[in-house]
């Protein structure tokens, strides 16, 4: 069973009331508390020892890397995110350093965001840390980037560059906030994500919540050096492109917008956000499925992307 | 190193932002996100398996407790719950039914409250089950109760019975909610919390909130019938008095009122709440610390009660 079959088991028939104007399925719940003007963005997501990051690893990295998941995910709302608590599981006779640079990290990478650090509490977990962050944040009343909203002839985009994240990436990314209320606010972007679980893997979320399918052409998918590097380590290495398509924790922005918009999106894209590459890579299709295209011609694609439980 | 004294190193310095209304160190963070009349409050807790359940426990109960853990830190706010999103961390090859009925026990409690269980994650915890609940809710604007608003001459309060929690009642607890509100609603309450971590240990943080210290009358401590029976298992079996002061995961209310209401707060409890029990245990007193009080006299409490970490 793969980590999406048992949400889906596990997510049938939840306890619900009126305040959930989304619940499970999309990279946040969003929630209509009253706020005027706003609705609620609720998220949470862990990282275990041995799993999500090396023992060896430096505390703050890891602690960067906690709170940055749940950053990316408000990100893929067009959200903004406001306050987070803290479970932080560790073993008996655990290194006070540890936690205290894992605190570290995450107050910087919250500093930098402007979110607060509200509580949280401290367990046992007898062999290996585990990292639970909850976040909280906002966005605009009807303006949250769903999964669902693909149509056929949207333009497919992706921010940065895909693959290889585990050689460093994945600890060190920066969430794409700015540029994701950036977006919301110029542009109608009709589906969005972030890439935790490869390229394909993901896309097909939106693709399955949207009814549609899509056409992505192989050489336009930007391809990490570190995805390149990694494909020359040896004959059973994956090729750059396998890489770019599977490889998780990308934690990239994976959008679609009316493909009338698209010259418009990546002129206003470079003027805005000169570091970060943003390339179209396809369209969504009526036709249900993923197709990758490339001068040979066109071929399903069937690999469903790095799942956790794989 | 306590729990207690961890948590306090590493909420030093936390990043805040002007959403903040209370952070760290109450049962529940408190957040202004503009919603009109109304404050956010923030939870999160986590039961693992071997610490907070045994393997062979019946999955409903251990989701009914992970989720009630934190519904019994809204009340202590006099809070009402809204929307939950879950963590399950579990071994590869987990008991796909373990899981199933964990969600059920989660959804009974939730939809007997009207809170929404609106998404959450998988992940990996290779030892054992873990299970990680975030909690939104709110509660009318200038209304939490908190820790610190306890004052010399106080009547201290306590609902139901304490000691014992291990034998069964820690799985199986209603969290007070409807009575939490009901109080706040009718009773000027200086002070409150849930008791988690024993009597004397929890009323400690009160008495260090609010600058004060506090007289306990050990005769009208409640002692459950499951200390009681506890004490008649051996020498060195925890005396019933002891088992109420210090035991753990008691989900009671301790609250605090000027003293000039007791007598009328425990008249209309009891037309109220006819089957949960509520003992006036002592008082708030301007000299610090904590007096035991019997027929031979006072003594000081220096038991700090249960903590996790011990």
């Keep these: 069973m793969t980590e999406f079959e048992l949400i889906a088991l596990l997510t049938r028939g939840l306890a619900t009331n009126n305040t959930v104007v989304t619940g499970p399925g999309d990279d946040?719940?969003?929630?209509?508390?009253?706020?005027?003007?706003?609705?609620?963005?609720?998220?949470?997501?862990?990282?275990?020892?041995g799993i999500h990051f090396q023992a060896e690893v430096a505390?703050?990295?890891?602690?960067?890397?906690?709170?940055?998941?749940?950053?990316?995910?408000?990100?893929?709302?067009?959200?903004t995110p406001t306050a987070a608590v803290i479970t932080l599981a560790l073993p008996r006779g655990f290194d006070l350093a540890f936690a205290q640079?894992?605190?570290?990290?995450?107050?910087?990478?919250?500093?930098?965001?402007?979110v607060a650090i509200v509580g949280g509490e401290t367990t046992t977990n007898p062999e290996r840390i585990l990292v639970s962050v909850a976040l909280i944040g906002w966005v605009t009343r009807g303006q949250a980037a769903l999964r669902s909203g693909a149509r056929a002839g949207d333009a497919i985009f992706v921010t940065g560059e895909l693959g290889g994240s585990i050689s460093g990436?994945?600890?060190?990314?920066?969430?794409?906030?700015?540029?994701?209320?950036w977006l919301a606010a110029q542009f109608p972007i009709h589906s969005m994500l972030d890439l935790s679980d490869g390229l394909a893997g993901d896309l097909r979320h939106i693709l399955t919540a949207s009814g549609v399918g899509a056409e992505l052409l192989t050489t336009a998918i930007p391809i990490s050096?570190?995805?390149?590097?990694?494909?020359?380590?040896?004959?059973?290495?994956?090729?750059?492109?396998?890489?770019?398509?599977?490889?998780?924790?990308?934690?990239?922005?994976?959008?679609?917008?009316?493909?009338?918009?698209?010259?418009?999106?990546?002129?206003?894209?470079?003027?805005?956000?000169?570091?970060?590459r943003l390339s179209?890579?396809?369209?969504?299709?009526?036709?249900?499925?993923?197709?990758?295209?490339?001068?040979?011609?066109?071929?399903?694609?069937?690999?469903?992307?790095?799942?956790?439980?794989?």
């Design 225 to 276: 050096r570190a995805a390149r590097l990694a494909a020359k380590a040896g004959a059973s290495a994956k090729p750059p492109l396998a890489a770019a398509l599977t490889d998780g924790e990308d934690f990239e922005l994976l959008f679609t917008v009316p493909s009338a918009v698209a010259v418009s999106l990546l002129d206003a894209w470079k003027a805005r956000f000169p570091d970060v």
């Design 28 to 49: 946040c719940a969003v929630l209509d508390l009253g706020i005027p003007d706003r609705w609620l963005l609720l998220k949470t997501d862990a990282v275990v020892e």
């Design 59 to 79: 505390p703050e990295r890891v602690g960067h890397k906690a709170l940055g998941r749940c950053l990316s995910d408000i990100a893929a709302m067009a959200g």
């Design 169 to 181: 990436q994945h600890l060190d990314f920066s969430p794409r906030l700015e540029e994701a209320r």
């Design 101 to 114: 640079g894992l605190y570290t990290g995450i107050n910087a990478l919250a500093s930098r965001h402007n």
């Design 280 to 310: 179209c890579i396809g369209k969504i299709t009526a036709r249900p499925g993923l197709i990758l295209r490339d001068r040979r011609g066109e071929r399903p694609l069937t690999d469903h992307g790095y799942t956790h439980f794989a």
